[in-house]
């Protein structure tokens, strides 16, 4: 059995998982892995594991075609180098006019346990892919189904070239609603009336595979992969890929959508199209993306309102995304501090107003700035992370402490963890596969006025 095969019998095949768990030198030693790949395996480094599984893969994809086999990783596989990103993320709006960084808040300690009105035990434990493109305008008011954060592009009368792109700035009342518009819920009738609705295989199911490839997969999104008439995916390393072709042999991966130099919208409304011409001709169709589908990916959410648009059914699961595997690995309590989760492009072209007192989370920074698919992004990326370091050193000063964080992506791996002060985060190693999460500068100021109210107030049984 070869490295790949095992990986993805072990994200698929209970038993294997049950007796790899008891024993994982005699699960390895029957299944006749050489000795190297059994070291592979039970060392867990992430990124041996990794650059062996695509050795393997690449020299079967050239042993196929006659090639030489190179250990080199094919261009394509996996196109985005950061996996916990790889939900597909629609270009960034251009800069407002005249950027500049909010006034310094002050300087407090990290991690602090919340205030309370009365002495008492603390009941908290300790804790440590969006580039939307802007709306364009329309004359005339807005129509409530046209009301979305991804807007498609706008077509010239007559012509099929595009407009040039339109610049706007950010309209807070739509990124308040972007959530309930993107899924349809533009009434406050429920979108299944049908109570089985979930359950159903008509229409369109999109999905998310979660982080560890296969082991991640929920079973409601199994059933919904396997049961399907025709399975599209877009996936960020062969396990999951694997796992889903032994789920459902009606299969075709999106990644061949993805062109160097191309514009990412215009990669991503190519995506939408071939999906909802899939759902046209197979009636029901599961879509599965990398991770969660609801995070950072503008064509899952953009597939679903078109669809419903045309009077069919569609509908997403949810599944477990990078955040979810963060608070497990780095210990984050958001109980404790808070969090505040923006796309690292987005949360610099606008003045959020956030709070250095809770956890920060910004997505995407191996693509910051980035609008045209042009990888590998790291050479790029980490001018433009000065840019970004030069910013954050205003809030948290430079030897606050961040992390970089890649999630495990197979069976046997572990996740991979960077600790750097922050002027030396354009230099880290890890920089074009992580997700970068900032632990808090301090304690948030006591609402002495609320804990009064709320203390003042009889508890009744």
């Known amino acids: 059995m070869k490295l790949l095969e095992f990986l993805a019998s072990l994200a698929t095949d209970t038993d294997l998982m049950a007796a790899f768990r008891k024993s994982p030198q005699a699960a390895l030693n029957r299944a006749g892995l050489s000795e190297e790949d059994q070291r592979t395996i039970l060392a867990g ?6 650059d062996a599984v695509y050795a393997e893969r690449n020299a079967a994809a050239r042993s196929a075609t006659g090639e030489a086999a190179s250990d080199a990783k094919p261009e394509v596989w ?3 180098p950061c996996p916990e990103e790889t939900n597909v993320h629609p270009p960034p709006p251009p ?8 006034p310094c808040p002050e300087e407090i300690n990290v991690h602090p346990p919340p205030p309370h009105p009365r002495p008492g035990p603390d009941p908290c434990p300790e804790e440590i892919n969006v580039h939307p493109p802007p709306p364009h305008p329309r004359p005339g008011p807005p129509r409530p189904e046209e009301t979305n954060v991804h807007p498609p592009p706008r077509h010239s009368a007559g012509t099929d070239e595009h407009d040039p792109v339109q610049v706007e700035t950010l309209d ?16 406050s009738r429920a979108l299944d009336e049908d109570a089985c609705g979930v359950w159903s295989a008509k229409g369109l199911t999109v999905v998310g595979t979660g982080m560890r490839a296969g082991l991640h997969m929920t079973m409601e999104t199994r059933l919904a ?30 990644w061949p959508m993805y062109q160097t130099g191309k514009e990412r919208i215009e990669i991503y409304e190519t995506i ?28 899952a959410w953009e597939s679903i309102r078109r669809a419903r648009a045309t009077g069919k059914r569609a509908r997403m699961l949810p599944a477990i995304s990078t955040e979810d595997t963060l608070f497990a690995d780095l210990g984050v309590d958001i109980g404790r501090a808070g969090l505040q989760s923006y796309e690292a492009t987005r949360f610099m072209y606008y003045k959020y107003n956030f709070d250095t007192s809770a956890g920060l989370l910004l997505w995407q920074v191996s693509v910051l700035g980035e609008t045209v698919w042009n990888p590998p992004h790291e050479a ?16 948290y000063g430079p030897e606050h402490e961040v992390f970089l964080y890649h999630a495990p992506e197979f069976p046997t791996s572990r996740p991979l963890i960077e600790r750097v002060v922050l002027r030396d985060l354009p230099k880290a190693e890890f920089i074009s596969i992580s997700t970068l999460y900032i632990p808090p500068r301090g304690q948030p100021q006591t609402n002495e006025e609320n804990m009064e109210a709320l203390a003042r107030i009889e508890t009744r049984k």
């Open 380 to 395: 790029g990326v980490r001018p433009r992370l000065e840019v970004l370091t030069d910013y954050l050193k205003g809030f």
């Open 172 to 187: 807070p009342e739509l990124d308040l609603a972007q959530d309930a518009v993107l899924a349809g819920l533009n009434s």
């Open 95 to 102: 800069p407002p006019p005249k950027p500049g960084p909010d």
């Open 78 to 80: 996996p196109p985005d």
């Open 225 to 254: 992969i396997e049961q399907s008439a025709r399975v599209l995916y877009l996936v960020a390393d062969p396990i999951s890929e694997a796992c889903i072709r032994r789920l459902n042999s009606n299969t075709e991966s999106l």
């Open 272 to 299: 939408i199209a071939k999906i909802l011409d899939e759902l046209e001709s197979a009636g029901d169709l599961c879509v599965a993306f990398y991770g969660h589908a609801g995070v950072l990916t503008y064509p």
């Open 45 to 50: 480094d992430p990124v041996t594991l990794r």
